[in-house]
């Protein structure tokens, strides 16, 4: 008995078999999905930012004002990974830093901030990746998530970003909260993801 | 008289339902259309483009499967192969329990919907749950999606909440925020416990293996986040050249189904974690399910395997905006389900023969595809097949006596003129069933039958 790989290829293939030609590769300009309004956006950041916040990213440019955010919002508990202890001293006024991220502790961090691996100023997205991420569940269990964004890693566009991917198990590209619209149409924000998405640029 | 089954079921649905469909689809044509307006200049020739490169891909599909296939494997995936629904719903019971797993989380995916997945691993007890917060209200409810994108876009606020009250879930509450947290801390453990996740993919790049699933909840990252092991159900034409293509089809994906530049999450997932990048599942299988595709492909229908499973024909729909989903019955509704699913019901074609009729053939279909489907001329191929292989075929009038009527000259001459006899019967009193509902809001003009060709005659004489 033949294999299921070998049934299907060889369906596939008789299936192929009789086409007098087949449709050709389409050549295209990595341009061509770009959106036309794009030309005129000269700056990548300031697009990024005002694509973001379109999305429902909030973006800082500084740490004082991104931790004055969350302490607004009745942010307690904070994790910020071992690469980024620098910015753990400007968050002296939650009542717990921490730098560690267990099973135990999904649903007590309130805020968790991890490195982006770059981000997408046409969509305004941020890119995340599992070299950058320490954990892929602190970048996604708590309501508040602020990804660090290196001005140097902006990419201009989707198509340039999928041209730059790296070799990465995992790449995610977030842009804006987890949201839904299931029930009735209507539009709610954290479902399983992040409800508040942020991003501090740097 | 007999009628057709989606016209009976639009006909029987709740009015309250069909408001529902109706609305929520008519605002996705038109976040649709505002979206690619502003966006584009020329949407048509990028949708154009796109339906090109599907083309290419499923024509060229021997070359890409196994190029994908090598791909996967090199990242360290295990590919499986499935050539019937039953298979590849063994093919993911024995991946679990292999490894000794008893509970998954499951990211929406339809062609897990297609195989009847979780009937079968409840059968061999596992567990597993619907994370996406439409398609767990259509688990726990024991229903069926009615839109391919928008799931439970046939129920409001009100049954949500009884059915959250039934399983636990709290106190009756139909706000659509609360009914949303108390799913997000339900799903928390669900995630924590299971032992694997499984997923369905968008789009793999045959190039380099990249399995891209696009999601707005963020769930699937979470199936791919807490379980040690993925499994992702791949239909085989789901296989694109390389990611550069990607460009095009995310940014028509997004648009078309939800009226979004980019859906929130896009995953490109390469291989299962490696020792230096720790945190995602341990191991990863593709299962790459034929399940009729490659019959599809050798028929004058190939064209629908260009589906990218976006919604937007169901939208725009009139029929689909009156009927509903269900109407359908089958996994895919509205256009696209008329196409897909008597070709994938495969031996079993005559039982949904029927619902390429359910069309009138206005093509808006067509028009919003983002693959450019010829969807009309797909339907024409179908009700010609099915009358061919002598389908059922309820609500057509029988039109035998009408042919022999209109081949013969002298006999139409005769009909043409003694009809007038029709200005003197009062229409609405004929027991003509299916007459009835259409004479109610309309009345027929004067027979004038045979003065043309009077008319004619007279013409010449002159």
Redesign the interface.
Known sequence: MSTAREQIFSSVRAALAPLPERTARPVFSKDVAEPHWLAAEADSLALFQKRAEATGTKCFTDMESCAAWLRSQGVRTVYIPAPLTRLAALCSEFSEVTSEYTRARVNEIDAAFTPAAGAIAESGSIILSDESTPDRLAALAPWHHIALVSRAEIHRTIADALAAMPDDPNLIWVTGPSKTADVEGILIQGVHGPGAQACLIL | MAEQKVELFARRLDRGVQQ?VHS?SA?GTEKRYTVLG????APDD?RR?AG??R??AI????TY??QAEQSLKR?GAHV????TAE?ACRAVSDILQKAGAKKVVKSKSMISEEIHLNDHLGSVGIESVE????EY?IQIDGDHPSHIV???IHK??RD?AKSFEREGLGDYNDD??T???R??VF??DK??QADAGITGANFVSAE?G?LVLVT????S??C???PKIHIALVG?EKVI?S??E???L???LGRSA?G???????????????TD?P??PQEMHVI?V?NER??I??SDC?EILRCIRCGACLNVCPVYRQASGHAYRSVYPGPVGAVLSPLLAGKNFKQLADLPKASSLCGACNEVCPVDIPIPDLLLKLRNRGHEEHAPSPGTPPMGAFAKLASSPMLWRFAMKSNKVMNLVPLEKLPLPYLQPWLKTRTLPEWRGGEFRSWMKDRRKK
Not at chain 2, 38 to 41: E, K, L, R, V
Not at chain 2, 216 to 219: A, H, K, R, S, V
Request: charged residues 20%; glycine residues 4%; hydrophobic residues 40%.
């Open positions: 529902a929520n605002a502003t966006d584009y200049s990028l483009l090109q490169i083309q290419h024509e060229h599909l021997d499967l196994e990242q499986h192969y499935a050539v298979d994370t996406d917060l439409g209200i928008k799931p439970i409001n606020r949500i659509p925020e009914i949303t947290r799913a997000r799903m928390r995630y924590l380099t990249r707005n909840e963020g769930n990252r979470f791919l986040a807490a085989i050249p990611d550069a990607l460009a095009v995310l940014n028509l939800t979004q530049q980019l859906t929130v999450y896009t995953e490109f997932i390469n291989g299962p974690a490696r990048r945190s995602g790459f034929d490659s019959q492909l050798a190939r």
